[in-house]
């Protein structure tokens, strides 16, 4: 389905036209889905392109914005279809965003003039605690589709070996079929000149 990508980012900018001005959301938003497209063939140029716009709307001060949901996507891609560098490079990444959000969102709570040390602590807890689920969950599911990717590569894998099996032993037949075959006929040939 590669339309999706473009079907969504049609969708977000019909919607943010209808609304009536387009944020400072969307510069950071569309590159963030396109680079999406790109997660699953290319899994490390899809967190390092979407890792890097999440860290430059954080410290443009922009704390959320809608492409963020493409950070779970990037690392479910690279553990999933990456290699072991990349796959410990997705998770490195999710946690890194974990902590950054957290303390972001927890340097706002402390500068707000309405809230306390108190609220500020449970911004913190919160947001570490949810984000730690949120990484742990897409892990484990990631971890999953990339034990199904191996257990259908290596069905393909025997399915391939199985055809190669039957394609030798059917010329080892034919060579047995043509041994046997010129055997008759020497016998033949043999006892005729005899």
Not at 7 to 34: E, Q, R, S
Request: charged residues 10%.
């Amino acid at each position: 389905m590669p339309w999706c990508g473009g079907a969504v980012t049609l969708l977000l900018t019909l919607f943010t036209l209808f609304i009536g001005a387009v944020g400072w959301w969307l510069p950071f938003t569309l590159p963030m889905v396109a680079a999406g497209a790109i997660c699953r063939t290319r899994p490390g140029w899809g967190v390092a392109v979407i890792g890097s716009l999440a860290v430059i709307h954080v410290a443009a001060g922009l704390m959320v914005v809608l492409g963020d949901v493409m950070t779970f996507y990037a690392m479910f891609c690279a553990v999933a279809y990456g290699s072991t560098r990349i796959h410990v490079a997705g998770i490195i990444a999710g946690i890194a965003g974990v902590i950054t959000q957290t303390l972001s969102w927890t340097a706002t709570t402390i500068a707000s003039p309405y809230a306390s040390a108190i609220e500020a602590f449970g911004v913190f807890v919160t947001l570490l605690v949810t984000g730690t689920i949120s990484i742990v969950a897409v892990w484990a599911l990631a971890n999953l589709q990339r034990a199904r990717v191996r257990q259908l590569a290596l069905q393909r894998e025997r399915a391939e070996q199985a055809v190669r099996e039957r394609e030798q032993r059917t010329a080892l037949a034919v060579a047995e079929e043509r041994a046997r075959i010129a055997r008759e006929m020497h016998d033949v040939v043999a006892h005729s000149l005899s």
